[in-house]
């Protein structure tokens, strides 16, 4: 069954019609299974209880001594947490480049998010590194923890080693019997398809869904830069 409307466009062929409602029926059929998939993961039975009420660095202004602590990341009437786990090793020179195009385009929504949830981002490397790199990047609104005197990142997932991280997006939601862990990314940890990376966060994020409009597409060789300015130089 073909989907049909009235729409049309200057110039298109009906080739290009014909073509164009047989994705927009795979469009349709898109849409359903995403939320078919949402309303799964929001039915997902209640995960394990927090294995410990963390204590992050959190900066000058993160509350007693510029700590705080994981029970405290929750907003009175907000009882959803989600946490991002940014590729920064406190070995690493500089942190990781997917990670970081994502938190510039996470950091403008989270004055939005944050009507609705509790969200913040979490490294390995210690605090004023990930201050500094959040100034250059002009990331204003996105809460910054460092993870590195406590165990959080190696006890879910998001770590290999404390050289080696891992780029996991986490759920956890508090309610009367206490905060649990209800959802990880974890096509990260499944082998990708043929030609693909893990794409674990494509959904959310809108490099990537921008570039799949375009005949180019995401291409297979290119991927976010912590700095253009030499590419754009040489372009010149």
């Known amino acids: 069954m073909t989907t049909r409307h009235d729409v049309r466009f200057p110039g298109e062929s009906i080739e290009y019609r014909e073509a164009r409602n047989a994705l927009l029926d795979a469009e349709l059929a898109l849409r359903r299974q995403i939320e078919k998939v ?4 929001r039915a997902l039975p209640p995960g394990g209880n927090l294995k410990q ?11 007693s001594g510029g700590s705080v602590r994981f029970s405290d990341l ?15 090793a406190p070995s690493a020179g500089h942190p990781c480049p997917m990670c970081t195009a994502f938190i510039d385009s996470l950091d403008g929504a989270v004055r939005h998010l944050e009507r609705r949830i509790n969200i913040a981002l979490v490294a390995k490397a210690p605090y004023d590194r990930l201050a500094d790199l959040a100034k250059s990047r002009g990331w ?4 910054l923890l460092s993870s590195l005197s406590n165990n959080f990142n190696n ?16 759920v956890f939601t508090r309610s009367d019997d206490g905060i649990r862990h209800t959802y990880s990314t974890e096509l990260l940890f499944l082998p990708p398809d043929e030609g693909q990376n893990h794409r674990h966060i494509d959904t959310m994020w809108p490099l990537w869904n921008v570039l ?8 297979t060789d290119w991927y976010p830069s912590l700095d253009y300015s030499a590419a754009m130089t040489e372009a010149d």
């Open 53 to 63: 009420d963390y204590v992050f660095d959190a900066g000058p202004a993160g509350g």
């Open 140 to 143: 204003t609104h996105i809460r």
């Open 38 to 41: 949402a309303e799964m993961r």
């Open 212 to 219: 799949d409009l375009v005949p180019e597409g995401r291409g």
């Open 74 to 88: 929750f907003a009175p009437g907000r009882d959803s947490l989600v946490i991002y786990n940014f590729m920064y």
């Open 155 to 170: 006890d879910y997932n998001a770590e290999q080693s404390p050289d080696v991280q891992r780029p996991v997006m986490s």
